[in-house]
C-alpha cells in the first residue's frame, strides 16, 4: 500500500465531516465529480469501504470512523509541525496563548507576572478566538498553550484543572425569573441560548462548547454573532436570549439591564490550562507551573484538623 497523502486526508475528512459530497466539494473549492473519484481510489488503496452511499444518505463504515480520528490528528500534527518550525525560527521567539477575552477565571495577569518571573519565560503572544477554538489552535500549532473551559476536546493534549467556579444564568433584568433568588435548569425551559440551543441543557450544549463546529451557514452565523460579548449582552438584555457566564465573568460586567441568578443544579465551570502532549518546551512548562501556582494560591486554605495524641 502506498503512503496516504496530505490531500487525501484533507478530501476524506471535509466528506467525513459534511457526510455529504456536494456540500464537501464546495468547502474543499472543487467539483464534485474529481472528489468523488479521489475518495473511491482512496478506498482501493486502503481496500476497505470508508463511506456507505446511497440516494439518500452518506454515512461512515466503521473503518471511515477510525479514518476520520486518525485523520484529523495526522492533519493537526502536519499543520502545527509546519506553523512550530516558523515559530522557532523567529528572531525572538515567543509563547503563544490561546483564550477567549474574559474566560480567564481572572487569573491572567497574575499569571502573566508569575510567569515572566521564571527565568524559561518568553514574551507572551495572546491568541485570542471564539468560544470552543482554544483546544484546536493548540493541536494547529497556532498556540503553545491555552486557558480554557471544561469539559473540552483534549485529544493530543494534556492539561491541568486551576480553578472552579460556579455558572450563573445571564436574563434581562424585565424577565419574571429575574424576581427569584435561585433557579433550576428546569425553570429554563423554553428559553434560548445565543445559538439557539435549549437553557434548561445547560451551558455544555450552548454557544461557547460549539462554535466553530456547525452544521450549516445560519448556526455558523448565530454562533459568529455570539462570540462578541457586547452582542450577548444586548440580545439577554432585550430578552431574546440568555446565557450562562462564569462568576468572575459576571463581577467583572455588572449591569443594571441584566440580572445574573445561580442555577442551583448546574455543574460549575472549571478553568484549565492546556497543552501539546508532545511538548518538550521549557517555555511551555513554565508557564504550566505560573498558572497552576498561581490558580492553588487563590483557593482558600483548607484547615487541618489537630491530631489527638494516642497513649
Given at each position: 500500500?502506498n503512503d496516504?497523502?496530505t490531500?487525501?486526508?484533507r ?10 459530497f456536494?456540500r464537501a ?8 465529480p474529481p472528489?468523488s473519484?479521489a475518495i473511491?481510489?482512496?478506498e ?18 466503521p473503518a471511515?470512523?477510525?479514518l476520520?480520528?486518525?485523520a484529523?490528528?495526522a492533519?493537526?500534527a502536519?499543520s ?11 528572531p525572538t521567539?515567543?509563547l503563544r496563548?490561546?483564550?477567549k477575552p474574559?474566560?480567564d477565571?481572572g487569573?491572567l495577569p ?6 515572566a518571573g ?15 477554538e482554544?483546544?484546536q489552535a493548540?493541536r ?12 473540552f476536546?483534549d485529544?493530543?493534549?494534556?492539561s ?9 444564568i445571564?436574563l434581562?433584568?424585565?424577565d419574571?425569573l ?7 435548569l428546569?425553570?429554563?425551559a423554553?428559553?434560548?441560548l445565543?445559538d ?16 466553530g463546529?456547525?452544521?450549516d451557514?445560519?448556526t ?12 450577548i ?11 450562562f ?9 455588572p449591569?443594571?439591564?441584566?440580572a ?5 443544579d448546574?455543574a460549575?465551570?472549571?478553568l484549565a490550562v ?6 518538550r518546551?521549557?517555555?511551555v ?7 497552576t501556582?498561581?490558580a492553588?494560591a487563590t483557593?482558600p486554605?483548607k ?9
Amino acid at each position: 500500500m502506498n503512503d496516504l497523502e496530505t490531500r487525501q486526508l484533507r478530501y476524506f475528512v471535509a466528506v467525513a465531516e459534511e457526510l455529504h459530497f456536494g456540500r464537501a466539494a464546495e468547502r474543499l473549492g472543487m467539483a464534485q465529480p474529481p472528489l468523488s473519484r479521489a475518495i473511491r481510489d482512496l478506498e482501493r488503496q486502503l481496500g476497505v469501504v470508508l463511506l456507505r452511499r446511497t440516494t439518500r444518505e452518506v454515512t461512515l463504515t466503521p473503518a471511515g470512523e477510525v479514518l476520520l480520528r486518525d485523520a484529523r490528528t495526522a492533519l493537526d500534527a502536519i499543520s502545527a509541525a509546519g506553523r512550530r518550525a516558523r515559530h522557532a525560527g523567529e528572531p525572538t521567539p515567543r509563547l503563544r496563548l490561546a483564550l477567549k477575552p474574559d474566560i480567564d477565571g481572572g487569573l491572567l495577569p497574575r499569571i502573566l507576572d508569575a510567569y515572566a518571573g521564571q527565568e524559561a519565560a518568553l514574551p507572551v503572544d495572546l491568541v485570542l478566538g471564539r468560544f470552543g477554538e482554544q483546544a484546536q489552535a493548540v493541536r494547529d500549532g497556532r498556540a503553545d498553550a491555552a486557558l480554557l473551559l471544561a469539559p473540552f476536546d483534549d485529544h493530543g493534549l494534556d492539561s491541568e484543572p486551576l480553578v472552579t467556579e460556579p455558572f450563573l444564568i445571564a436574563l434581562a433584568a424585565t424577565d419574571p425569573l429575574a424576581a427569584r433568588p435561585s433557579l433550576r435548569l428546569a425553570d429554563l425551559a423554553g428559553l434560548s441560548l445565543p445559538d439557539g440551543s435549549s437553557a434548561d441543557q445547560g451551558p455544555a450544549s450552548g454557544w461557547h462548547d460549539r462554535a466553530g463546529a456547525h452544521d450549516d451557514a445560519a448556526t455558523a452565523s448565530i454562533a459568529q454573532d455570539a462570540s462578541d460579548l457586547p452582542e450577548i449582552f444586548r440580545r439577554v438584555e432585550l430578552g431574546s436570549v440568555v446565557c450562562f457566564f462564569p462568576a468572575s465573568l459576571t463581577r467583572r460586567y455588572p449591569r443594571p439591564e441584566l440580572a445574573y441568578r445561580p442555577v442551583d443544579d448546574l455543574a460549575p465551570a472549571t478553568l484549565a490550562v492546556a497543552w501539546p502532549q508532545t511538548s518538550r518546551s521549557t517555555a511551555v512548562a513554565a508557564f504550566v507551573l505560573a498558572a497552576t501556582t498561581v490558580a492553588a494560591a487563590t483557593q482558600p486554605q483548607k484547615r487541618e484538623t489537630p491530631q489527638t495524641a494516642v497513649t
